[in-house]
């Protein structure tokens, strides 16, 4: 099964492009944080944040473009995905995103 789970702030506003069809996909970038602690030996372990390149088709990519800006929480459902390119000197790069499936806006409306 290839299930992910995340709850972050965006970190910048949504892109939105429309590809085949008319069809609209967004992308974004989550940022979700570990909190710190301290050990029983009183070593502090600082926060710990991760970004997460997020992309949302057809109906949930209309309402990222509409309703979600840099700094709103989301939860996002969806799954991992792998892919690589070659860059301009032919070496091979490898990206990881996330094919969002679901997703709630955990931000308050102002």
């Not at 009183?42 to 997460?52: L, S």
Request: charged content about 30%; cysteine-free; glycine content about 6%.
């Amino acid at each position: 099964m290839n299930k992910v789970m995340l709850i972050g702030n965006v970190g910048k506003d949504p892109e939105v492009r429309y590809v085949d069809q008319n069809q609209p996909v967004a992308r974004l970038t989550l940022a979700t944080t570990e909190r710190g602690y301290t050990l029983q030996n009183g070593t502090q372990v600082p926060d710990r944040t991760e970004w997460h390149n997020v992309i949302l088709w057809r109906k949930l990519a209309e309402l990222v473009e509409r309703y979600v800006h840099k700094g709103d929480k989301l939860y996002i459902e969806g799954r991992i995905h792998y892919a690589s390119y070659d860059d301009k000197q032919g070496k091979r790069q490898y990206y990881t995103e996330i094919w969002a499936d679901n997703m709630e806006m955990l931000t308050p409306k102002s």
